[in-house]
Structures are given as C-alpha cells and as structure tokens.
T-cell receptor
Framework: DVKVTQSSRYLVKRTGEKVFLECVQD?????MFWYRQDPGLGLRLIYF???????EKGDIPEGYSVSREKKERFSLILESASTNQTSMYLC??????????????FGPGTRLTVT | DAKTTQPNSMESNEEEPVHLPCNHS???????IHWYRQLPSQGPEYVIH???SNVNNRMASLAIAEDRKSSTLILHRATLRDAAVYYC????????????FGTGTRLQVTL
C-alpha cells in the first residue's frame, strides 16, 4: 500500500515562529503536493513539486515556502507563522509529472494552530 | 480551468445504491474526471477516474455521459463507512495533475 506520512497530527505554534511540516512518501512518486483545508473553502493547493529541488507555486503560496532535497520527502515551511495560517495541512503524492490520469495519495493531515 | 458542480448534500439508506451527480459542462476533450472522498478526520482518498468510457473498480462505478458534460459516481450498496464528502474533479496534463477541490457533496448514510 502507498503510504504518505506527515510528521505530526496536531501542532500548536506561536505567532512569528518558524514552522516545518514534513511529509514522506514510500512509493517513489515524482509528484508531491501541499494543500491546506479550511471550512467552507475546501482544499487549496499551496505548492507542488515534480522532482527533487523543483517546485511550483500553487494557488495560495504567500507566506509559505517548500523544500524537496530528496525524492521521498517534501517539507512545507512557514517562515513566520501567523494566526491566519491556522488550518489543516495535507500532503499528497502521485506518479509522473505530466499525467493527469494518476491518482494522488494523501497523508492524514496536520492540524496546525497558531496562537 | 473547467469547473464542476455538485449538490451540497445527499442522503441514502444503508444497503441501497447511491448516485452522486456531477456537472462539468465546460469540460475539454483532454480532461480526466476524478472522484475523491474524504472521511471525517482523514485526508482525501482516491475513488475512481475516467476519460470517456464508464469505469468500474472495487469501490464504485463511474458513469460518464456521452457528451461528457456530466458524470455520476455510483456506490452500489452504501454502508455507514461510505459517509463522507465526495469530490468530483477535472484534471488535465497541462495542469500537471493538480487537483482543484470544490466543496463536494456530503453523503449521509442512515440505517
């Protein structure tokens, strides 16, 4: 079974802190994604990566950065956390860079609260 | 990007079939139709996808209209574990298989 794991299920951070969310997949997938999910807004794409050290902005990249140093690991970084970044963060992975037919596999999510 | 329209919520009795509709009138010829679902407190889960022909897998069936402007996800026998939010999503190779989630259909299953 494909497994996507995220470093924490719940995280509480203070405003202004630097926050790292880690995601690891074990299926040698090329694509990896970071989404956030908020009530009434659904899932929104923050960043994605189609290869090591490659990244593309999603729909809402402001306030976030990402790092992909190894194929299996994709990190989301909040340089200076703010209360409006309180959300559920979901990581996903999929095969192949240019295929729309391959499904994405999601991790369980990290519920981040910024106080 | 082509958009999808789904009812906000639907109800079903356990053991009965469920037909979840999705309208995508602006679909392009190269758009795939994907369905995902999200159970409470979990990440989304892939259900099924198709391009032009109807598709079946162990979880569900996908019926695609001949003009591809609509599709229907069919759960043949709903169980309580099928209670979830179901998302109908279009993807295209030009968007690098990114998923754009709408608000989906919340399916309630009752005894």
């Amino acid at each position: 079974d494909v497994k996507v794991t995220q470093s924490s299920r719940y995280l509480v951070k203070r405003t202004g802190e630097k926050v790292f969310l880690e995601c690891v997949q074990d299926m040698d997938h090329e694509n990896m994604f970071w989404y956030r999910q908020d009530p009434g807004l659904g899932l929104r794409l923050i960043y994605f990566s189609y290869d090591v050290k490659m990244k593309e902005k999603g729909d809402i990249p402001e306030g976030y950065s990402v790092s992909r140093e190894k194929k299996e690991r994709f990190s989301l970084i909040l340089e200076s956390a703010s209360t409006n970044q309180t959300s559920m963060y979901l990581c996903a992975s999929s095969r192949l860079w240019d295929s729309a037919s391959y499904e994405q596999y999601f991790g369980p999510g990290t519920r981040l609260t910024v106080t | 990007d082509a958009k999808t329209t789904q009812p906000n919520s639907m109800e079903s009795n356990e053991e009965e079939p469920v037909h979840l509709p999705c309208n995508h009138s602006t679909i392009s010829g190269t758009d795939y139709i994907h369905w995902y679902r999200q159970l409470p407190s979990q990440g989304p889960e892939y259900v099924i996808h198709g391009l032009t022909s109807n598709v079946n897998n162990r979880m569900a069936s996908l019926a695609i209209a001949e003009d591809r402007k609509s599709s229907t996800l069919i759960l043949h026998r709903a169980t309580l574990r099928d209670a979830a939010v179901y998302y109908c999503i279009l993807t295209n190779t030009g968007t690098a298989s990114k998923l754009t989630f709408g608000t989906g259909t919340r399916l309630q299953v009752t005894l």
